[in-house]
DNA sequence: CCGCAAAGTGGAACGTGTTCCTATTTTAGC
DNA sequence: GCTAAAATAGGAACACGTTCCACTTTGCGG
């Protein structure tokens, strides 16, 4: 189970290992903010990262571990930022979908930051389900969070709906990933959801 | 706009190229049931479809082009036998729930198989988008038709709901391809979503 | 400080998706 | 039926993810 999954940053004893890790990361968020997926070849992220490619795989088992991995950092940072500045709104759905579209915003100011890591989010298979687990997670609790004031007790409906919610999320953004949809209608498109999904 | 695109049944003129992309579909869905995404190899489609790989290439110009286009005719199919057994249910929500798990149920009977079209789908990027938006499409007036009997009128709300609905058994399907989510589990996120969704 | 196990380096090598090129076969128009 | 164009065959070549190996450096218990 564990064997194949990435270094996260609490296996990392040294603060050169943590370093390396950071490095490794950030190369990545550069090569994929301007060339998107195609653009985080191994060998690149490697070079980039002053490290050598084994060593790039010793921490990440595979490209998509890697960009999963990315995802989550981003993520976490956005986590972080989202608790600072506490959502505004008045209903539920109010918040969610600023939330939301704050989120979306954020993505879309870096489309092919964002391209790289929802097609690798999407991607990924069982080996990854760790990863991406913890992702799933944090989306989950950013949506909850956002339904609810402060100390506010979360029931399982509720993680029901924040769940559905993150699902249409992503579905959207991977159809404005892919061209289908443009900004307006997946904005559009979340807000529809929210709505029908928090109209009590 | 159309270069990149797979090569559909309407544009073939001749009978042998409609066999030949026929088998080369065939060949793609043998192998996928077999042994999934990764057991998909164009060499070995190619050689089973009795094609040359330049063929290959001139009909569906890559992986994933060509089992986006396994994908759509499959769920052409699949459109087609529900089109012949109405839909069971007497409520709205019913109705759309039999259809999803019916076709679920279709879906967890050949898991490679659907690995691979399902990965297939999320991993498509922007060249594929006319494929896949042919899939959406398909999906949408599967769960409309299941919405309402005969000859009622669908409204732009409808679609809306249709394509939220849509979104989330993707994602539930991506979740289960990828061994986050068991069978069970992935019935129960599509009830609660068209529960939620068609409670009127 | 030594010695050794773990971690990192540099780069070769392999597999599979994709491209490309040259013959050969099929098709369509006359 | 003949010929030019299009389609197909067959396969070499290339790119990038991944694996592997021989060597060097780092860090740690004695």
């Known amino acids: 189970m564990s064997s194949a999954n990435s270094l996260a940053v609490e296996d990392l004893g040294s603060a050169a290992q943590r370093d390396r890790r950071k490095r490794i990361l950030d190369a990545?968020?550069?090569l994929a903010s301007q060339g998107g997926f195609d653009a985080v070849q191994m060998r690149a992220?490697?070079?980039?990262a002053d490290v050598a490619l084994g060593t790039l795989y010793r921490y990440f088992p595979s490209k998509i571990h890697l960009l999963v991995s990315a995802l989550?950092?981003?993520f976490e940072r956005t986590e972080v930022a989202l608790r600072d500045k506490p959502?505004?709104?008045?209903?539920?759905?109010?918040?969610?979908?600023?939330?939301?579209?704050?989120t979306t915003r954020g993505m879309q100011s870096d489309p092919k930051l964002t391209e790289a890591l929802t097609r690798a989010f999407m991607f990924a298979d069982a080996s990854v389900a760790a990863?991406?687990?913890q992702v799933g997670m944090l989306l989950t609790s950013m949506l909850?969070?956002?339904m609810y004031p402060e100390g506010h007790e979360v029931t399982e409906d509720d993680?029901?709906?924040?769940?559905?919610?993150?699902d249409v999320w992503l579905s959207a953004l991977v159809g404005w990933v892919t061209g289908r949809t443009n900004a307006v209608e997946t904005g559009q498109q979340i807000e529809v959801a929210v709505k029908l999904l928090l109209r009590d």
């Open 28 to 30: 990545t968020i550069a």
């Open 144 to 146: 909850t969070r956002a």
């Open 131 to 133: 990863e991406i687990h």
């Open 159 to 166: 993680v029901q709906i924040a769940r559905v919610i993150g």
């Open 45 to 48: 992220v490697a070079e980039r």
């Open 87 to 102: 959502v505004e709104g008045d209903t539920t759905a109010d918040r969610v979908i600023n939330v939301l579209k704050r």
């Open 72 to 74: 989550q950092r981003e």
